[in-house]
């Protein structure tokens, strides 16, 4: 049983648009919901996580958006660079326990 | 620190060979994972150990078993490889007490199974 849901699997963005990504959950004991991103030939690294009692979080050009009541949440980029082609994951944890990824969303910025 | 290293970076192997895939941590995490990465799947957990001594069945442990060296190592081994353990290997390791639960990745090792 898939508990955290991702989409789209890929997507193609030209260099300074906006990437969106998007997660939906379903188990509501999750408290903790990080973003991963892995370059090719890399393992996965922490990006930016949010905790369920804010509804957004930017750090520099990244932001979680967070929606509890919908049990959704989403990663946007702003002004997308081609350094930011990698695979993203999206996560959900809840106390301490073992992290559930997403599917993952493979992005391409385009010059 | 070198963080998490896994050996080897590349494998090959008939169908039927045994092998084990080798991860060591400098962080003096407690938790250790071992995932494979296959396209469209995501990141799936095949064993972890929460701390030395212990070790648990993730979402798909069948065909492989793992042994928790020490604190610093975690080793996966393939009894009997099959094709469709083609796969991306990773280690990772945390402080699982953490509520956070961050998770630091190796670099994978990439098994073909002929």
């Known amino acids: 049983q898939q508990q955290v849901k991702q989409s789209p699997q890929s997507l193609i963005v030209q260099k300074g648009g906006i990437s969106i990504i998007n997660c939906a959950y379903e188990?509501?004991?999750?408290?903790?919901f990080p973003w991963y991103q892995q370059f090719p030939g890399k393992g996965p690294a922490l990006l930016i996580a949010i905790r369920p009692d804010v509804s957004e979080k930017k750090e520099g050009r990244f932001t979680i958006s967070f929606n509890k009541s919908a049990k959704q949440f989403s990663l946007h980029i702003m002004d997308s660079q081609p350094g930011d082609s990698a695979t993203y994951f999206c996560a959900a944890i809840w106390t301490a326990s073992k992290l559930t990824f997403g599917t993952g969303t493979r992005l391409q910025v385009t010059l | 620190n070198a963080g998490v290293t896994q050996t080897p970076k590349f494998q090959v192997l008939k169908t039927g060979q045994s092998m084990t895939l080798q991860c060591a941590q400098d962080?003096?995490?407690?938790?250790m994972y071992w995932y494979r990465q296959d396209p469209g799947m995501g990141l799936r957990l095949i064993y972890y150990s929460a701390s030395e001594g212990t070790t648990d069945k993730g979402e798909v442990p069948n065909g492989y078993n793992v042994s928790r060296l020490n604190k610093r190592e975690f080793s996966l081994r393939l009894e009997s490889a099959a094709p469709s353990q083609t796969s991306v290997y990773f280690c990772?390791?945390?402080?699982?007490?953490?509520?956070?639960?961050?998770?630091?990745f190796g670099p994978g090792t990439r098994l073909t199974v002929l």
């Open positions: 990772a390791s945390s402080e699982l007490r953490l509520s956070s639960n961050e998770q630091f």
């Open positions: 188990n509501t004991a999750f408290d903790y």
């Open positions: 962080m003096n995490h407690n938790s």
